[in-house]
């Protein structure tokens, strides 16, 4: 079996197939440093090295935040030209869920602040419990979203609402986040667990060729151009998976019933 890490911040861990990986700063409510971004980014490499991996949930670790940011000590004061290349690739980090070949589903439990939000818009389904709080405070110290936060929260919940999160700082709750499609489904904290662990296995149930060139052509259908680009990158992926062996045998398996 695999050894993950040493990892500061994180932990991972692998089993049946999902691999968990959990923010481990509970002291300032999972705040994401550039140890801990640094950690991430490490984690979904051996992520990618484990054929064994089928799909990831994020979570953070305690009862009271998935994330509550960026640690803002890391911000203050002026920035020396190296420093802000290591923050761009820091930046650059939150898009590891999204880049991940497998599934990812960010398990939310609390506080989903500023950057712990930028990184479950990355991720590719977002179950919170009921009890969570989300919101994007940049302006409100001077800042604005980064990390691709910007394309990804418009996607999520349109030009207005991601304008209205932005611009007033306010923070919104689990009941509204589902209504404007920030998260995919909100549920009793009692049920978190349950909820996620029977999407998982859903996904760990289908075809992983198919669900990996599906999750390709999602993501490259959301960052193409024109509908035209999308389609034909689509058609490319549709003719791979149509020619291989996973269609073959799971088409056979359908007809003859088993």
């Known amino acids: 079996m695999p050894e993950y890490g040493p990892f500061r911040h994180l932990s991972l861990a692998v089993d049946d197939g999902l691999a968990t990986l959990t923010i481990d700063r509970p002291e300032t409510h999972n705040a994401l440093n550039a140890a801990a971004m640094c950690d991430l980014d490490r984690a979904f490499t051996e992520i990618e090295a484990d054929d064994a ?3 990831v949930v994020i979570e953070g670790a305690g009862d009271e935040a998935f994330s509550a940011g960026a640690d803002l000590e890391e911000y203050a004061g002026p920035t020396e030209a190296h420093e802000r290349i290591e923050k761009e690739r820091q930046h650059e980090r939150f898009r590891a869920p999204h880049d991940c070949s497998v599934p990812v589903i960010a398990k939310i439990d609390g506080y989903c602040i500023g950057g712990g939000l930028v990184l479950a818009l990355h991720c590719d389904l977002r179950i919170a419990s009921e009890r969570s709080t989300f919101g994007l405070p940049t302006a409100a110290v001077g800042l604005l979203p980064t990390g691709g936060a910007t394309r990804r929260l418009v996607d999520a ?35 978190l667990d349950g909820r996620v662990d029977d999407l998982a296995a859903s996904m760990r149930d289908v075809g992983r060729e198919a669900l990996g060139r599906a999750k390709r052509s999602i993501n490259a259908a959301v960052a193409a151009p024109d509908p035209a680009a999308a389609r034909e990158h689509e058609a490319s992926l549709w003719w791979a998976q149509f020619e291989s062996s996973e269609r073959r045998e799971r088409v056979e398996s359908f007809l003859d019933g088993s």
């Open 157 to 191: 919940v349109g030009e207005s609402v991601a304008k209205e999160l932005v611009f007033t700082a306010e923070r919104i709750d689990a009941d509204r986040a589902r209504e404007v499609g920030l998260v995919t489904d909100a549920v009793p904290a009692a049920t």
């Open 53 to 55: 991996v089928e799909a």
